[in-house]
């Protein structure tokens, strides 16, 4: 069905849903690691989490080479393992869940609230005697009401892994998510907080991520489990400084990150807080366009806490649209943009469905904002015209598709 069949399309070039933005500088360092002979774990990873830790205002981060591996080491040096339970919401990516059943724990899936993140209530409702763990996830970059979750981590003794793929430099009651000095509200809460740095997200190494805590012992543990739990500074060994010996004291996994992923990290660090501002004015281009249409829902925004939308996620109202999501998304590509949608909640996913035997109707408000949404096109990569053909382009399928619209009364 097109709307506008007797109409041009708004663009002639497509504009994909999300490209990154590297720079000269980072691929001058990657040229560099490349020519250095030290192509993995090395001297830029170390420089590149002392810089990432500053800009956090975190004591210890690490490196690895996805958010996917730092939530399963910060999960597996917990121990959590068969038995145990973690509480995840629904709508995110399959990969906050899967972690979980990589450790043979459970994982308990909740809903989420109107503003897309999962809520206290949720959480207090799923926790038994088996729960182990809250893993929070900070959906699209506006941080989850962290002082509500962590007071129950605390009452019931849980820890908090925080899902930060999307929220690196996002604040909370004026503090960044992932430092130190929130973590010193929360005494006693083992915590670890892990960012992604996938192509798509507001700083990129290709793939890679980095897990802050306060916690030395904790932070050691998992530096340990990154890299096979070989003794540390076992990736010295082939430096002048190092030594050939060195011990295994656990069974680790092989997650670090290399020098080359952390040769784009160390300039996309610097241009970050240059990346989000330009994020936050695309957005409000948006919430101003479509904030007055009956027929969309913006963002529901937080006033404590700063968004730092690595997603903009439009919600339809089905009721005054005469075309469901996927159609408006098929109108959107007729006239040249691309979008994507965030998340197919996972309990809907076939694995989970059948391991834990969910069904449509059980997280019911995750269920309905996922049959609404559509993720717009935002980045930096982007020209402000972009954002415009963006805001032309919706706004011209809903006054086409309005439920009072006269073509499709005429067809009816
Ligand atoms: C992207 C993403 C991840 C996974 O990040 P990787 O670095 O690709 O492993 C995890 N959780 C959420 C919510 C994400 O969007």
């Not at 990736?235 to 050939?244: D, E, L, P």
């Not at 904002?369 to 415009?388: G, K, N, V």
């Amino acid at each position: 069905m097109t709307i506008d069949a007797d109409q041009e399309t708004i663009r002639k070039q497509f504009l994909p849903y999300a490209l990154p933005s590297i720079g000269e500088e980072e691929i001058a360092e990657v040229v560099d690691s490349l020519r250095s002979g030290w192509i993995t774990t090395g001297p830029k990873v170390r420089r590149f989490e002392e810089d990432f830790a500053e800009y956090i205002g975190a004591s210890n981060a690490i490196a690895v080479n996805s958010c996917t591996a730092g939530l399963h080491l910060a999960l597996a040096a917990l121990g959590i393992g068969p038995g145990d339970e973690v509480i995840v919401p629904t709508l995110t990516f399959c990969s906050t869940a899967n972690i979980v059943v990589h450790l043979g724990a459970r994982p308990v899936l909740v809903d989420v609230g109107e503003d897309f993140n999962i809520t206290p209530e949720a959480v207090d409702d799923a926790i038994t005697s088996r729960t182990r763990a809250i893993l929070p996830v900070h959906f699209s970059g506006q941080p989850c009401d962290m002082e509500a979750i962590y007071s129950l981590a605390g009452r019931h003794g849980l820890a908090v892994i925080e899902d930060a793929a999307h929220a690196v430099g996002a604040t909370y009651h004026d503090r960044k998510i992932g430092c130190d000095a929130q973590q010193c509200d929360t005494d006693g809460v083992p915590r670890a907080v892990v960012f992604s740095f996938y192509a798509t997200k507001n700083m990129t190494t290709g793939e890679g991520g980095m897990i802050t805590t306060a916690d030395p012992t904790f932070a050691e543990r998992m530096r340990l489990l990154s890299l096979h739990g070989m003794s540390l500074d076992a990736w010295k060994r082939y430096t002048s400084a190092g030594s050939w010996y060195y011990e295994v004291v656990m069974p680790g996994y092989k997650d670090n990150m290399t020098d080359i992923q952390a040769a784009l990290g160390i300039h996309q660090l610097r241009r970050l807080d240059g990346f989000i501002t330009t994020r936050q004015r695309y957005a409000g281009l948006y919430d101003d366009a479509f904030s007055e249409l009956e027929e969309l829902v913006t963002p529901v925004v937080r006033s404590d806490r700063t968004h730092v939308y690595q997603l903009y996620v439009l919600r339809l109202v089905p009721d005054r649209l005469a075309i469901d999501r996927a159609q408006f998304v098929e109108e959107l590509k007729t006239h040249g943009i691309g979008t994507s949608v965030h998340f197919i909640p996972v309990h809907l996913h076939p694995y989970y469905r059948e391991r834990m035997g969910h069904r449509r109707g059980d997280l019911p408000r995750a269920e309905a904002i996922y049959d609404q949404i559509i993720s717009l096109p935002l980045y930096p990569h982007m020209s402000e015209d972009d954002a415009r053909d963006v805001i032309r382009a919706v706004r011209r399928i809903v006054s086409g598709a309005s439920i009072s619209g006269h073509i499709y009364r005429a067809a009816s």
